[in-house]
């Protein structure tokens, strides 16, 4: 049985850093990530935590596919793509708890 999957983007407070991810459960994931559950990963060490955009798919292969394309974009398209969104930047994560 397939299930469906979010495509995020985080960003570190000062919004400099961003980070694109994939998951089958986006409230959890960006739980971990707030939590530094992976203490050596990227996002823990510059304190990427903040939900600043996501994209719901209807099967986790839809999501990894959009995934990789997010990753190719240039900062200046990413930070584009979540303005478009989220023009406050505002941490989305209670939002994700009911998706």
Do not use: C
Not at 15 to 34: A, I, M, Q, W
Not at 81 to 92: A, E, F, G, T
Request: charged letters at 25%; hydrophobic letters at 35%.
């Amino acid at each position: 049985m397939q299930t469906g999957g979010h495509v995020y983007i985080l960003a570190s407070a000062d919004n400099k850093h961003l980070y694109v991810g994939v998951t089958s459960d986006l409230f959890g994931r960006v739980e971990k990530h707030k939590n530094k559950f992976y203490l050596d990963s990227y996002t823990a060490s510059k304190n990427i935590y903040k939900l600043v955009y996501y994209e719901a798919f209807e099967t986790i292969v839809e999501a990894i596919q959009r995934e990789k394309q997010i990753k190719k974009y240039s900062h200046l398209k990413k930070v584009l793509l979540i303005i478009s969104m989220n023009p406050d930047w505002n941490d989305l994560h209670e939002q994700a708890r009911y998706l």
